[in-house]
């Protein structure tokens, strides 16, 4: 994981900085639970939580026996050696017939090698290399192997250009994956480096943002999905780092003096700079979205208010949210868009509803979920109450009581109807509960 050897850094850091201090303060209270990171509705699940679906496609057809392949790389040998150009195509169609087969150590020895022969024949950074590179990363992660998975990535990212211009659509595509990979990383905590990697990969972020709103030429739906990812990163840092020094006349200089003296690399300074300035970064990248967004484009436009909205309800700020809400409403309603209205606000919604926090994972040792039901009302300002919990299966009292801390902790996005919020009593949902 190398997000902070990025020549984007020490360019990134000053700019934070300059932009923290030049945003005007907004006073908000506690955020609320991190809804999906120990409880969620079954069923329920966000892309962010896992690789897309492409990802773990092969590169090629697969034969049905060893023999085929033993007998075709066999022959490629012969004629022009160990490293010769055509034995990359079966060597990565021997891979996927191993990942198949559930050999994974194999599986993992035929890639590697078909990676090599491309790199000796086309270079280092062929793009020959990503069918192959793809299936190597699903091999890793179906092994459990998160070390070499990250490794690997931080490799896949710089064949697509590390984030840099000239941007297309494939390297856009890329970028996207790789930070929604270094969410997924911080969510495993893979090597205890959790709030390192997370300022390394808002300052990564933050830099495609600026470049990629330099150009005009590219479809801003980029520009949207790389401002919702920054998005889900300041959802992990508001509720994993906790601030560290007292607001108070002496902070800058408290802040260099632990740069300087206490973390040379300056990574606590970052952190501090980053978590005190996060909802006000959030909410002003959202309004320069919405911003630069065409008046004509409704449904982009309500989806970039709703974000906002969301973001302004899980900081407390319900007043601001309120308005928020009411415009994406307004302009879903004009447009026709009764399928997103529906979605969007027909009933009261968990927040954040983007899986910042959702971790599709094999449980650790000695965990289990377990199916709870609970009966709540929500307000018409998104505060739950009148909370009663139990568990679906008999015992276990202690768990739905947890949950019931849990669901007092949420903040919601409330039901609308008519334009209007309002209040939902008796409202009836199961949940599962990391126990």
């Known amino acids: 994981m190398n997000l902070f050897a990025t020549p984007f850094a020490t360019t990134v850091q000053r700019s934070l900085l300059v932009l923290t201090c030049a945003l005007p303060w907004i006073v908000h209270g506690a955020t609320g639970t991190p809804y999906g990171e120990q409880f969620v509705r079954p069923g329920q699940h966000w892309r962010d939580g896992g690789p897309p679906a492409e990802a773990g496609q092969g590169p090629g057809e697969v034969p049905e026996a060893d023999r085929q392949y033993r007998r075709q790389l066999a022959a490629l040998e012969d004629r022009g050696g160990p490293y010769a150009d055509a034995l990359a195509e079966p060597l990565a169609s021997l ?51 998160m070390a070499s998975l990250d490794e690997r990535y931080d490799y896949f990212f710089r064949l697509y250009g590390s984030g840099r211009a000239p941007f297309t659509e494939a390297r856009l595509r890329a970028g996207l994956e790789y930070l929604r990979w270094q969410r997924e990383a911080v969510r495993l905590g893979i090597d205890g480096q959790d709030l390192r990697r997370l300022v390394g990969l808002i300052e990564l972020n933050e830099a495609i943002i600026a470049d990629v709103a330099l150009e005009a030429s590219l479809d801003p739906v980029w520009y949207r999905q790389l401002v919702y990812s920054q998005l889900r990163n300041l959802y992990l840092l ?17 802040l260099f003096y632990l740069a300087s003296e206490q973390d040379p690399g300056g990574h606590e300074l970052r952190l501090a700079t980053l978590q005190r300035g996060a909802f006000a970064r ?59 209205l529906e979605r969007w606000f027909a009933q009261p919604v968990e927040l954040p509803d983007n899986g910042a926090f959702w971790q599709p994972q094999q449980l650790p040792e000695g965990k289990r979920k377990v199916l709870l039901e609970a009966v709540y009302d929500v307000s018409a300002t998104g505060s739950p109450g009148n909370i009663e919990a139990r568990v679906v299966a008999a015992g276990d009292d ?38």
């Open 95 to 145: 891979g996927r017939h191993y990942r198949l087969r559930g050999d994974l150590d194999s599986a993992r020895r035929a890639y590697r090698r078909a990676l090599h022969v491309v790199r000796v024949n086309d270079g280092l950074y062929s793009r020959r290399q990503l069918p192959i590179l793809r299936e190597l990363l699903q091999v890793y992660r179906d092994a459990g192997d």
């Open 238 to 254: 508001q509720d994993r780092a906790q601030p560290r020094i007292e607001e108070t006349g002496l902070l800058q200089n408290s």
């Open 282 to 340: 959030g909410a002003s990248m959202l309004q320069t979205l919405i911003d630069r967004t065409p008046a004509a484009s409704q449904a982009a436009l309500a989806r970039a208010r709703l974000e906002l909205g969301d973001w302004y309800q899980w900081h407390g700020a319900t007043e601001r949210a309120g308005d928020e809400y009411a415009a994406a409403v307004a302009l879903l309603r004009e447009a026709g868009e009764t399928h997103l």
């Open 398 to 435: 202690d768990v739905a009581y947890r949950l019931r801390r849990q669901l007092a902790g949420t903040r919601f996005r409330p039901r609308w109807f008519e334009g209007r919020p309002e209040q939902v009593a008796r409202l009836v949902r199961q949940y599962e509960l990391v126990d």
